[in-house]
């Protein structure tokens, strides 16, 4: 496709993880011809953008490695480098220069880095060069993906350390590929961030029955490999391999060579800007007021709000924050959190627990909207729930109904409804068949001609039946 | 006397018998037939009261200087017409005369409409209300199969499925006769609302699915991952019988089901289950409706509808498929003979230099003088009386001021007009608009052929003679064509010339119906499209290979996007519109039946009990809807199973009752489909406080006491 350069302002992405891909793919939806923007993605792994959400589902076998892909734009406007690292940025000549020699030249740069697993500083862990020692791996990417699958054999057992999201969602990946699993948190509870402790005590039964050992408030002493992890109490937990899902770092690190202002990660304002003008960052290498890190969905509203932005579409949209919903992706396991799970005695907190069935619920809402809620086992609810969450939209009055998936709105005041309709096609209710009926239609033809049911959908045909057997067997008594 | 035909509404077209004897009212019931198996619902049951209506036009109506309506003959409303087409036409050129056309006109008159419109009037500016129903499942299904036919096959096929998935359609409320065929199979249905079909669904071990209004596309893409993720694609199928499989799962990749229910609020286990369900069943289809098509990004919703069921391996096997459950009762025969912007008869397009010779043959005419494509329907509309738009516009069988999106833009429009024709059998609302009014004869006054959803070609018969000082569609384009200049045998009246020739002009296109005649629909034959000799008929497409060049059908490669609007803080709501049981379309025929009208007078909004409280509005209240570009008065329905953020109105009430004053003209860029199903609105008290119904103050919503 032809597209024309000498008007089109160059945009430069680094990183070719879910938010920069998605990036580009926005900014062709906006821009199809290129003829406002032109878009250099530029990404370290060899392999084309891929959705990282789905890496257990990888370990699980649910999907191949190629099945993950994202969609490229199909747009001569966008171009993809792989296996290509930016190593310098010079904010002054707008430059980028990557591991290749090359450089690119840029009007707009925006940083998609990401992030990388952060290992606890324990014993047996990582080199001194920071490489994960024997047996030992993250899951960030499909390189660690493959890497485990080399190390763990079905039956063996493997250990993963951190008790979040990934963590537990790599644990139940596992199990389907007939491992032996244990998870170690070093938190009180699992997923400690978005749920509480009532509700992670019955998601730790469901581990237990899928046969996952689940070890809390547990620091890990030592990896010793070839036999496992050794934690703090002694105990030693067998492992072929151990998974560190023990929390992420962002990537910071060519914005903070570059002078640009970084804390946890590169700081952005609403426009997704960061303290150099020229230079934008989102997803997980960037650091809003408003959060929004580790989870996919905020890094896709900040691609679409800069998309909107860049390409001029919509040049007053903003990112003011996010409100994730956490969906744990665990076969057999329906775990939805938002919010805050604790909420304090200011918002008015509904708790259904029903360790034995499996199900937890429980929902805080303050000035009629939903401040946090726990949902497990209870798919519906939870949906409705996370809708109104989503969309900051007032909370029905009757809660413990909604916490149980059937929203009873209060009944409108003492109305009668009009009779029910046997045949609803022909608005025919069950007075317009007795009169009928005793104007001598005794059969459903008869009854079709003077009433016209049963002729719309056919539905209410077995009603008809049953009412004309039942006004034709007192025949004898109506005749009188 | 009792004669068979079929009913004048919508695309199902169920037979019925019509009872005319003289001195008596007119009167219908239902007839066997395979499509509606001896059912009718209420609509064909009272279609015959408007036969004998007061309020049936029987002279021509010109308006006066003083600007009310005066009778004249035909000839005085005729030669007023084409003397001004003609001063029109020397003024600004050809296109500044426009046409408009309807899915409800016969296929001889769909035809003879396009001809009319490249021929004597020399223009491109044409099309239909067809494109405010069908065209983004056709744009689809021409894409994903090369061809677009409704059902690609019998309506009877559905009966023996396990699993129907319906997306976006209610045909217990809007074709209850055909539920008929659905009574076995578990129902999988996809609809924001709690429909008539969703209770039948639950109630027969099916599912409701409810996404929020405008993300039916997630829904169907994730419903495509979850089947691959489950290990349910039908490989073998894909590898033999399409392409572009690999494209289009790497935009279904992205809604893996937790992803999807975010966005749709379906729940994740939902969606897996419904994938299982499909994939597991025996026979299954996947059918779509006006609900997941009337939206800026329809033609990719289809897409991805098709998309899911050619990976479950459905279309072109008997006992399985796709379809799009055609609304308007020529909706199918309609889209096929030259009424639309961008084709000629036989479902050929326009721009096709081949298309242009072989119809230019049969008309006697040099190809070069037939114009190229024209304007959409809204975009014709919306041109009206601009710079550079028709100065002129001719109405045939529709109502666009209550059935086309922005109506208040609409109305508009046509004030800019120099010159509106409508011809119609009653004072429509848009007729009332005009300039010229010409009186038309009724379904059971003329004969003719339609194409129901299936494809099917049925006859419709004169049972009655029309009212004195009444003609027909086809003697009005006659009679206008002479005055245009044209000889006559190029416009003949008489229908069976009209369908003989349409036959000719068809032959070798897309809907072939060269080999239709009168006597074999006279001795029952079931003739389904294509038809190329006077032998065939095609009850299922497919079955060897789909229509395009290489025999596969194509996957789209179609993601996401959020709706046109979006909500905020002003307009918090999202209205979705739709039709109920007794009322057809823009309500121009069904509100002038009696039983119809005192069963649904008024339009109605239908909203959560919680929504209601909140706005100040209770039970029969009148609320006022406001949209970003009007309101429509409503009267509230408080509905238990609504979503809280959805409101529905029925878009068959006229004025200030109008749900058209509300809807987006977003368009599709495909399809030109404009976005009724999604707008931003808010809901405010409307009635004086005292009224029935009229809370006191806003309630607020509260746990319900004891």
């Keep these: 496709m032809v597209t024309d350069t000498d008007t089109a302002r160059h945009v430069v992405v680094i990183g070719n993880g879910m938010t920069g891909a998605r990036f580009a793919e926005e900014v062709a939806r906006r821009d199809p011809r290129g003829e406002r923007l032109r878009v250099s993605v530029v990404g370290e792994e060899t392999e084309p953008a891929y959705n990282r959400v789905l890496l257990p589902g990888v370990l699980a076998g649910r999907y191949a490695p190629e099945d993950i892909r994202l969609p490229v734009p199909e747009t001569g406007a966008v171009s993809v480098r792989t296996g290509a690292a930016a190593v310098r940025l010079d904010t002054g000549r707008r430059r980028v220069r990557l591991d290749d020699g090359t450089a690119l030249d840029y009007d707009e740069l925006v940083l998609a880095t990401g992030a990388r697993a952060a290992f606890p500083p324990i014993p047996g862990l990582s080199a001194p060069d920071g490489a994960p020692e024997a047996g030992v791996t993250a899951l960030r990417d499909l390189a660690d993906c493959r890497r485990l699958a080399a190390l763990a054999r079905p039956g063996g057992p493997v250990v993963v350390l951190g008790g979040g999201v990934l963590g537990l969602e790599a644990a139940r990946a596992l199990t389907e590929r007939g491992m032996r699993v244990s998870v170690v948190e070093s938190a009180p509870w699992i997923m400690r961030r978005q749920i509480d402790q009532a509700a992670a005590q019955i998601l730790a039964r469901h581990y237990t029955r899928l046969g996952v050992a689940v070890h809390s408030w547990r620091v890990a002493a030592r990896w010793i490999p070839g036999t496992g992890l050794e934690l703090d109490d002694g105990r030693l937990l067998a492992g072929d391999a151990l998974v560190v899902t023990a929390g992420v770092r962002a990537n910071t690190e060519l914005a903070q060579a570059a002078g640009i202002e970084v804390d946890r990660g590169v700081l952005v304002d609403d426009t997704l800007t960061t303290s150099d003008p020229r230079v934008h960052a989102i997803g997980d290498c960037a650091q809003h007021p408003g959060g929004g890190g580790g989870l996919v969905q905020p890094g896709w509203e900040q691609a679409a709000v800069l998309a909107d932005r860049l390409t001029g579409t919509r040049l007053e949209a903003r990112y003011t924050g996010a409100r994730p919903v956490t969906r744990l992706k665990a076969e057999g396991i329906e775990l939805t959190a938002m919010g805050d799970p604790e909420a304090d005695d200011t918002a008015e907190t509904v708790t259904v627990a029903d360790p034995h069935g499996g199900r937890y619920a429980k929902l805080s809402v303050r000035a009629e909207r939903v401040v946090g809620a726990v949902l497990l086992g209870l798919p519906e609810s939870a949906s409705a729930i996370a809708q109104l969450y989503d969309g900051d939209t007032p909370v029905p009055g009757d809660r413990l109904a909604l916490l149980m998936g059937r929203a009873q709105p209060e009944a409108p005041a003492g109305q009668p409804g009009p009779a029910p309709l046997v045949c609803r096609c022909n608005a025919v209710s069950r007075d317009d068949m007795e009169a009928a009926w005793l104007d001598g239609a005794r059969t459903r033809d008869a009854m079709a001609r003077a009433t016209r049911a049963t002729t719309g959908c056919g539905g209410c045909i077995r009603d008809v039946d049953t009412l004309l057997s039942g006004w034709n067997g007192r025949e004898p008594i109506a005749a009188t | ?706």
Excluded at chain 2, 268 to 288: D, K, M, N, P, Q
Excluded at chain 2, 623 to 642: D, F, I, M, N, Q
């Design chain 2, 1 to 706: 006397m009792s004669r068979a035909t079929h009913c004048p509404y919508c695309a199902l077209q169920c037979a019925m018998f019509v009872e005319a004897a003289p001195g008596q009212a007119p009167a219908a019931r239902p007839a066997p037939f395979p499509t509606n198996r001896g059912g009718l619902c209420r609509k064909g049951w009272t279609s015959a009261e408007l036969l004998a209506s007061p309020q049936r036009l029987t002279a021509p109506l010109l308006r006066t200087r003083r600007g009310d309506f005066t009778e004249v003959d035909w000839d005085t409303a005729l030669d007023h017409v084409a003397q001004r087409l003609t001063a029109l036409r020397e003024r600004h050129g050809p296109d500044a005369v426009a046409v408009f056309g309807s899915g409800g006109l016969t296929n001889e008159k769909s035809y003879l409409l396009g001809k009319f419109a490249r021929v004597a009037l020399g223009t491109s500016q044409i099309d239909y209300n067809g494109r405010f129903c069908m065209s983004s499942a056709a744009a689809a299904g021409n894409r994903a199969f090369g061809l677009d036919r409704g059902l690609p096959f019998p309506l009877p096929d559905l009966a023996g499925a396990e699993v129907v998935l319906l997306a976006g359609a209610n045909p217990a409320e809007t074709m209850p006769p055909m539920m008929r065929h659905l009574a076995a199979p578990r129902l999988i249905v996809v609809d924001p609302r709690r429909t008539a079909t969703a209770e039948q669904a639950l109630k027969n071990g099916g599912m409701h699915l409810a996404p929020r209004p405008g993300t039916d596309l997630a829904l169907a893409l994730g419903l495509l991952h979850a089947v691959r993720a489950q290990g349910l694609v039908d490989t073998e199928y894909v590898a033999a019988r399409t392409t572009g499989f690999e494209d289009a799962w790497r935009h279904a990749a992205a809604w893996w089901p937790e992803q999807t229910e975010q966005v749709t609020g379906v729940p994740a286990e939902h969606i897996r289950a419904a994938a299982r369900a499909l994939a597991a069943a025996s026979g299954a289809y996947v059918l779509t409706g006006r609900g997941t098509e009337q939206h800026a990004k329809g033609t990719d919703t289809v897409s991805a509808w098709i998309n899911l069921a050619l990976a479950l391996g459905l279309p072109g096997r008997e006992g399985s498929g796709y379809g799009c459950i055609t609304g308007q009762g020529n909706g199918q025969g309609g889209r096929e003979h030259g009424q639309k912007a961008d084709q000629l008869p036989g479902y050929r397009r326009i721009d096709d230099p081949a298309a242009r010779a072989h119809v230019a043959g049969v008309w006697g005419v040099d190809p070069a003088t037939l114009p190229g494509p024209g304007r959409s329907a809204f975009e014709l509309l919306d041109a009206l009386g601009g710079p550079g738009g028709p100065r002129a516009l001719l109405v045939f069988g529709s109502n666009p001021v209550v059935s086309a999106p922005d109506a208040q833009r609409v109305r508009n429009r046509l004030a800019g007009l120099d010159l509106l024709v409508t011809a119609d059998f009653v004072l429509s609302e848009t007729a009332a608009l005009g300039d010229v009014v010409l009186p038309v004869a009724q379904w059971a006054e003329e004969e003719g052929t339609m194409t129901n959803l299936e494809g099917r070609l049925l006859r419709r018969r004169a049972l009655l003679a029309p009212p004195p000082g009444v003609r027909t569609d086809l003697e009005v384009i006659s009679g206008l064509a002479r005055r245009l200049g044209q000889p006559a045998e190029r416009f003949p009246a008489d229908p069976a010339r009209v369908l003989a020739e349409l036959g000719a002009a068809s032959a070798g296109g897309a809907a072939d119906y060269s080999g239709v005649s009168l006597e074999r629909l006279e001795a029952g034959e079931e003739v389904f499209w294509p038809v190329p000799d006077a032998h065939a008929t095609t009850p299922r497409l497919f079955l060897d290979s789909f229509a395009h060049p290489d025999g596969r059908a194509r996957f789209a490669p179609v993601g996401h996007r959020p709706p046109a609007e979006a909500v905020d803080a002003e307009y918090p709501l999202l209205a979705t519109t739709g039709r109920v049981m007794g009322h057809y379309q823009s309500g121009a025929q069904t509100r002038r039946i009696r039983e119809l009208a005192g069963a649904q007078p008024e339009a109605f909004v239908e909203v959560h009990p919680d929504t209601g409280a909140r706005s100040g509005l209770a039970e029969g209240a009148l609320a006022r809807v406001v949209s970003r570009r009007g309101a429509a008065l409503a009267r509230v329905r408080l509905t238990e199973h609504a979503r809280p953020d959805t409101v529905f109105l029925p878009f068959h009430f006229a004025g200030e009752q109008a749900a058209n004053n509300l809807t987006n003209p977003a368009l599709d860029p495909t399809s030109r489909m404009p976005e009724f199903k999604v707008s931003a609105v808010r809901l405010e008290p409307a009635g004086p406080p005292d009224a029935p119904g009229a809370a006191a103050e806003p309630a607020r919503a509260a746990p319900p006491h004891g």
